[in-house]
């Protein structure tokens, strides 16, 4: 008989699942507000934000990264039916947030400045990167504790508040970046100031409901005074760094893509922005599945429900196609009208376009082996999910840098790095779990 917590039928998981992808949708319609405002101004400055929003969210990989062991360890705690342990749990995360969050900030408001002329040769976007920043580095301190208790609702397989949360920052963000970017209804203009303002706000906003919220749900949770407990923090940080690690890195050759994108010109430059946008679109129900995927495997391993473990993998992929097939139809049916919302640059456009076409195939890959890394991560197996990523970002490194400095190539044939990426994430997925006894993988 399955005593599961968390029923594994096709509604259970997608009650689960879809709340998920919700809310990353809403984190990708902030960032493509923000572009979309700023793009009016300028496209150097849309270039510019969207460079630091992916060093901001490079940096807030160290907050996922713990706030995934969070939630691999609450799942785990639900499946042995130890639920006493969970809000010490949560409350260690949160005390984890302070310093995680110090370190962040200090990285991108006092480090991060003093570095972009090493790395980008425009003058014009190092100005508007740095004037971003100077906004932009605080919201560190209110979405590194909202991560953390995502973490603590997607371990107990209740995503719904996590998804009210995310629509207030999204409504939130929209109205005052149309107040504040461009100067409306008597606001002032302060353009790209404006869009990190509107942001961090949001941000706020956004924290303070959840901080509600889970404060009723578990009035333990947020105790005073509060005794950190090591043992604690080090299991979390034993789980978690390695998820912080393989994120950077990924994160960081997506940098380097960037970076290296930029010896085309502004104009590649822009358009790997603008396919960036909706790349992320795409990776909506990747991220949300993905999740989904670790609460499952984590709790059905502790309850040793390994007959369920196969089906509920496959269900997730299955879920996943469809989520990207419908997220990802403006690529190939309207194109063009996307690009155009952003730039006014016959070049950018078709660079865009072509670029959009090249991508498709290779994010339907990753809706398979993004689902396979997530069960080596659900299992506790962090540091082999490390290891995957290391070797799959070298095979990509070694070929962008291959691509852009041996080759013609434009940038949107540079895409087709992706699909070394993917395929390789696969492989090594795969293996480990042919290979390794992750079942009886413990925390």
């Known amino acids: ?16 699942a879809i709340p998920m992808s919700l809310g990353a949708f ?35 990989m160290i907050t996922t990264g713990i706030s995934s062991a969070v939630q691999i360890t609450v799942a785990r705690r639900i499946g042995e039916n130890n639920r006493n342990i969970i809000p010490a749990i949560v409350n260690n995360g949160l005390f984890m947030a302070i310093w995680i969050a110090a370190i962040q900030f200090i990285s991108l408001y006092y480090i991060t400045p003093s570095i972009l002329p090493a790395i980008i040769n425009d003058e014009d976007t ?9 906004v932009r580095a605080w919201g560190f301190w209110v979405y590194t504790p909202l991560l953390m208790l995502q973490g603590y609702w997607t371990g107990i397989a209740q995503t719904r508040p996590i998804l009210i949360s995310m629509l207030i920052t999204s409504v939130t963000n929209i109205i005052l970046d149309y107040l504040l970017v461009q100067g409306h209804f008597g606001f002032p203009a302060w353009g790209i100031q404006g869009a990190a303002i509107a942001t961090l706000i949001a941000e706020v906003v956004a924290c303070m409901y959840l901080m509600v919220v889970t404060h009723k749900n578990q009035p333990s949770i947020f105790q005073w005074p509060f005794i950190p407990k ?78 369920l473990l196969r089906p509920t993998i496959l269900k997730m992929i299955f879920f996943n196609i469809i989520g990207v097939f419908i997220l990802s139809h403006g690529l190939w049916l309207y194109p063009q009208w ?47 999910g490390f290891w995957i990523e290391v070797i799959t970002s070298i095979g990509y490194l070694c070929f962008i840098i291959w691509a852009v400095y041996y080759t013609q190539w434009d940038v949107a044939l540079l895409w087709t790095a992706d699909y070394i990426y993917f395929v390789l994430l696969g492989i090594c997925s795969s293996y480990f779990l042919i290979t390794q006894p992750w079942r009886q993988k413990t925390i």
């Not at 008989?1 to 689960?16: C, E, F, G, Q, W």
């Not at 660079?351 to 080596?376: G, K």
């Open 230 to 307: 090591w043992d604690i923090q080090k299991k979390l940080l034993q789980l978690g760094m390695p998820i912080v690690m393989q994120m950077l890195i990924a994160l960081g050759i997506w940098m380097a893509f960037y970076t290296l994108v930029e010896n085309r010109g502004a104009q590649s430059l822009q358009s790997a922005f603008i396919v960036r946008n909706m790349y992320m679109l795409c990776w909506v129900s990747v991220m949300g599945f993905s999740s989904a995927t670790r609460t499952y495997i984590s709790t059905l391993l502790a309850e040793k429900s390994y007959h």
């Open 26 to 60: 809403i984190q990708f319609i902030v960032v493509f507000t923000d572009n979309y405002f700023v793009a009016q101004l300028d496209g150097k400055a849309m270039s510019a934000v969207s460079y630091i929003g992916l060093a901001y969210v490079t940096l807030i």
């Open 126 to 134: 190092i100005q508007y990167m740095q004037s971003f920043i100077q």
């Open 1 to 16: 008989m399955n005593h599961s917590p968390i029923a594994t039928d096709y509604r259970s998981i997608l009650k689960v």
């Open 338 to 384: 996307i690009a155009q919302q952003f730039t006014e640059d016959p070049v950018v456009t078709s660079l865009t376009i072509q670029s959009m076409q090249i991508i498709l195939p290779a994010i339907f890959i990753y809706c398979l082996t993004s689902i396979l890394l997530a069960v080596v991560e659900g299992s506790g197996s962090t540091m082999a």
